[in-house]
């Protein structure tokens, strides 16, 4: 009844990563049409700019920066705060596995026979697999998180740009 659980887990684990790839696959493709949006605008903007300099929309000028250095740090900040997850979830399994691989000697070291010694030793084996197979989908998750994390402050921007240069020049003013 344990390995059925642990199977149905699993299989959770695997189908909400994977449904974390589709959200972001999505969120790539709405980003890409959006940004396509803001640069035919802004290129639009820069060509009136070389046309008459005196009349330049100079706070769509400044966002170009701007919004760009928020984005992708807010997305740095995304990316640095779960690889630190990534790296305390692989320290915990290092950890895990050294104190089952010490439990298991001591166990082997003190049988009193080559059967208790069989036993701890198969014990081990399957203890290692088990936390090998929980940190291996915990980290499937987090990687599977990650690109969405990465992608949520620019999409966020971009698809936010694409809505607001959208609108008609008379309904912006």
């Not at 959770?12 to 940004?35: C, H, I, N, R």
């Not at 706070?59 to 992708?72: N, Q, Y």
């Not at 630190?84 to 010490?102: N, S, V």
């Not at 166990?107 to 701890?120: K, N």
């Amino acid at each position: 009844m344990a390995q059925l659980a642990r199977a149905a887990r699993t299989m959770t684990q695997l189908s909400a990563a994977g449904a974390d790839f589709a959200d972001t696959v999505l969120k790539m493709g709405e980003s890409t049409v959006a940004a396509g949006a803001v640069i035919g605008h802004r290129v639009a903007l820069g060509a009136q700019a070389m046309h008459d300099p005196l009349n330049v929309d100079s706070g769509e000028f400044t966002l170009m920066s701007t919004e760009k250095v928020a984005a992708f740090t807010a997305a740095s900040q995304a990316v640095l705060g779960e690889w630190q997850t990534m790296q305390h979830e692989m320290m915990k399994f290092a950890l895990g596995q050294f104190a089952g691989c010490f439990r298991a000697a001591c166990d082997v070291a003190s049988s009193l026979s080559p059967d208790q010694a069989l036993a701890a030793q198969r014990r081990w084996a399957v203890e290692s697999l088990a936390r090998a197979n929980s940190h291996t989908m915990k980290l499937t998750a987090l990687s599977a998180g990650i690109s969405g994390l990465a992608l949520a402050p620019v999409h966020e921007t971009v698809t936010d740009n694409a809505r607001r240069l959208g609108r008609p020049l008379a309904a912006a003013e």
